[in-house]
């Protein structure tokens, strides 16, 4: 029987296409049920106060970071969205006066437009978030050496290059609407994937990429960072893949209830904690991974209950 056609763009996967009763069993998963997921390989966390989620998140720059050496360096991959830990890190580094001559950062996506990745002039520039909400915070003696950052651009060689000799201690991530990390978005519902979506297999052999963006993902960026003005986000984007993902010890998603909705939150967690796997889904594919901890905001993590407004 051919799968079901989104809800919401019927050229595309997402997660509509999958089987009701999947998403009607993430959607009664309470808090309770949600911790109980958990399994080894799967850690499911939650923090009371935002204050708390966002210390946390960013004291696995710190825990990255001090674990660099000049023999043994290493670093952190970190998401533009949430950005609130990021001035957070640039505090904890120069007040505990941590030196990153050793450390490295990788950027985890950048816009991409008119053929190449957008300048920092660009409103929505990620590199320019990153800068400026943490780099240029941190005190100039402290600061990673400028070869140590790592933002992909539309040639993605050097990007790609930079992961070889360098361990990465922790991929953070967001999860967007589509039930993305990075900009892993599901594929067009064409060709070849006309009547199925990648296997697992396939779509974790992706590395950093150009890709097209789900309408999900513009329709949030909009709303999230422009003002709801879809006009100004462009459609394509440059993102770490799953390749490089793999390479991460430990995958570390943060759920703050900001950008993925309720159901959202609730059926990733249900799907990794089970093993299913579906590129329609690309947040699942971590069901496959040794070491992923989801972090929640208590407070952020909203119902599922039927409310009209």
């Known amino acids: 029987m051919p799968r079901k056609l989104s809800r919401i763009a019927p050229e595309w996967w ?11 069993d993430a959607a009664k998963l309470s808090e309770k049920d949600l911790q109980e997921l958990a399994r080894p390989g799967f850690e499911v966390r939650f923090h009371d106060t935002l204050e708390d989620f966002y210390l946390a998140e960013a004291l696995e720059y710190v825990e990255s970071w001090r674990q660099a050496t000049a023999d043994n360096p290493a670093g952190i991959c970190g998401p533009i969205g949430p950005t609130e830990q990021l001035p957070l890190v640039a505090r904890l580094v120069n007040e505990l006066e941590i030196s990153l001559k050793n450390a490295h950062f990788w950027g985890m996506d950048e816009w991409y437009e008119n053929e190449k990745e957008v300048s920092m002039e660009h409103p929505l520039s990620f590199e320019k978030a990153d800068r400026e909400l943490c780099f240029d915070r941190i005190r100039e003696d402290l600061r990673p050496p400028e070869e140590n950052l790592h933002f992909p651009k539309a040639d993605v060689a050097p ?8 361990r990465c201690v922790v991929m953070q991530g967001g999860q967007g609407d589509v039930k993305h990390w990075a900009f892993n ?14 296997s697992p297999a396939e779509y974790r052999k992706l590395a950093t990429r150009i890709v097209e963006l789900h309408p999900i993902t513009l329709s949030q960026n909009a709303r999230t960072s422009g003002g709801g003005n ?3 986000v462009p459609q394509q984007a440059i993102t770490v893949g799953p390749e490089e993902t793999w390479q991460a010890e430990r995958v570390s998603i943060w759920q703050a209830g900001t950008h993925d909705n309720p159901l959202g939150q609730r059926l990733t ?14 947040m699942s594919l971590l069901a496959d991974h040794p070491n992923v901890r989801f972090n929640y905001y208590r407070g952020g993590l909203g119902s599922c209950s039927v409310e009209m407004h």
């Open 159 to 166: 990007f790609r290059e930079s992961w070889n000799g360098v």
């Open 185 to 198: 978005d599901p594929f067009r519902r064409e060709g070849y994937y006309a009547d199925e979506p990648p």
């Open 14 to 24: 997402d997660y509509t296409t999958l089987e009701d009763d999947l998403i009607n």
């Open 269 to 282: 967690a249900l799907m990794i904690s089970k093993g299913i796997a579906d590129s329609a889904v690309p």
């Open 230 to 232: 879809v006009t100004m």
